[in-house]
């Protein structure tokens, strides 16, 4: 079974470049090493194995959002090249069941109360945060389908950015927002308190 195509040849190369770029320009001095130093070539299979790695992990949480926003596991089969039973088997059992990440009492690690906002998609997530936001509950964790919120005594807003979005993080932080984890590839969550009415 093939891939159903669905970027243009001239993506496909710029993805494929941007990828080795990454891989041959994030370790100091790697490139220049491959002309001269037998051990470069080590470091080379270093990096390529943390980017084997990573692509793995964004291509996993790529399917589970596409399937969190209603595309069945036969389209995304045909995307993938396999079929609907073969990409089932591969992704299914990571995108159901959020993880606990406090105690079972549903309390965090410093005692607050803890809930879990399911089910989501990338289409209703910034309304049921803004919605939690307005009644005292900040992000704190999650994954395909969830988001986990705790409780506080005052309201909080949230708001997602691409990960390719590098200027507008440090924009958002110098604005007093806070990331929320590394991410749920293909965004980044950011939360900050709200300030009371009438506070400069």
Same mark, same amino acid.
């Given at each position: 079974?093939?891939?159903?195509?669905?970027?243009?040849?001239?993506?496909?190369?710029?993805?494929?470049?941007?990828?080795?770029?990454?891989?041959?320009?994030?370790?100091?001095?790697?490139?220049?090493?491959?002309?001269?130093?037998?051990?470069?070539?080590?470091?080379?299979? %270093?990096? =390529?194995?943390? *980017?084997?790695? $990573?692509?793995?992990? !964004?291509?996993?949480?790529?399917?589970?959002?596409?399937? +969190? #926003?209603?595309?069945?596991?036969?389209?995304?089969?045909?995307?993938?090249?396999?079929?609907?039973?073969?990409?089932?088997?591969?992704?299914?059992?990571?995108?159901?069941?959020?993880?606990?990440?406090?105690?079972? %009492?549903? =309390?965090?690690? *410093?005692?607050? $109360?803890?809930?879990? !906002?399911?089910?989501?998609?990338?289409?209703?997530?910034? +309304? #049921?945060?803004?919605?939690?936001?307005?009644?005292?509950?900040?992000?704190?964790?999650?994954?395909?389908?969830?988001?986990?919120?705790?409780?506080?005594?005052?309201?909080?807003?949230?708001?997602?950015?691409?990960?390719?979005?590098?200027?507008?993080?440090?924009?958002?932080?110098?604005?007093?927002?806070?990331?929320?984890?590394?991410?749920?590839?293909?965004?980044?969550?950011?939360?900050?308190?709200?300030?009371?009415?009438?506070?400069?």
């Amino acid at each position: 079974m093939t891939a159903e195509p669905l970027l243009a040849p001239d993506e496909v190369t710029r993805i494929r470049e941007g990828v080795a770029a990454a891989v041959l320009g994030a370790p100091e001095g790697l490139a220049d090493a491959l002309e001269h130093d037998p051990a470069g070539y080590l470091r080379l299979v %270093d990096a =390529t194995r943390v *980017g084997a790695e $990573e692509t793995g992990r !964004l291509l996993r949480e790529a399917v589970q959002g596409a399937r +969190a #926003a209603g595309h069945s596991w036969d389209t995304v089969g045909r995307v993938l090249g396999v079929s609907r039973q073969a990409a089932q088997q591969r992704f299914a059992e990571k995108a159901l069941a959020p993880a606990p990440s406090g105690p079972a %009492d549903g =309390t965090g690690s *410093g005692g607050a $109360e803890r809930r879990v !906002l399911t089910p989501l998609s990338a289409f209703n997530e910034m +309304a #049921a945060l803004a919605e939690a936001g307005r009644d005292g509950w900040h992000l704190v964790g999650y994954g395909p389908l969830f988001h986990e919120v705790e409780a506080s005594g005052h309201p909080w807003e949230h708001c997602r950015v691409t990960l390719a979005s590098g200027g507008r993080h440090r924009r958002l932080e110098a604005e007093g927002w806070t990331p929320v984890g590394t991410g749920w590839f293909p965004w980044r969550y950011y939360k900050r308190p709200l300030r009371p009415a009438g506070d400069a």
